[in-house]
């Protein structure tokens, strides 16, 4: 019996020029798909959503009102995903939101109680 399987659709439009639009489809099985729940301090949760793949990582982070696409990237230790102009930084149960244009922590989370 086949695994469900999760699509994230990313679509990119090329330029006017080029009169085509582009996307990418990559699948993930939901086994592979876990939310992670943090205390962010003032009452303030946040769930995390991590997402990954033989070969890809992601995260879907409450950023402005919105789940954000983060992707996985190269880090010394604990987790780093990047969106933007945003790092999320995981390092055993805590984790980081930061803006890196303005330089500033958005968030500083520890885990969420059960």
Known sequence: MPRPTLFATL??????????????????DMDDVITARYDCG????????????????????????????FAQVV?????????GPYEWIIKGEAGQLIDTLEDRTVFDCGPAEQ
């Not at 330029?15 to 990559?26: G, H, K, R, V």
């Not at 959503?49 to 402005?64: E, G, M, N």
């Not at 880090?75 to 969106?83: H, I, N, P």
């Open 11 to 28: 679509f990119a439009f090329m330029p006017a020029i080029a009169f085509a639009n582009a996307s990418l489809t990559i699948a993930f």
């Open 75 to 83: 880090s010394g230790s604990g987790a780093r995903y990047v969106s």
């Open 42 to 69: 003032g009452n303030m949760p946040l769930a995390v959503v991590y997402v990954a793949s033989d070969t890809d990582a992601l995260a879907l982070v409450p950023v402005d009102g919105g789940p954000r696409v």
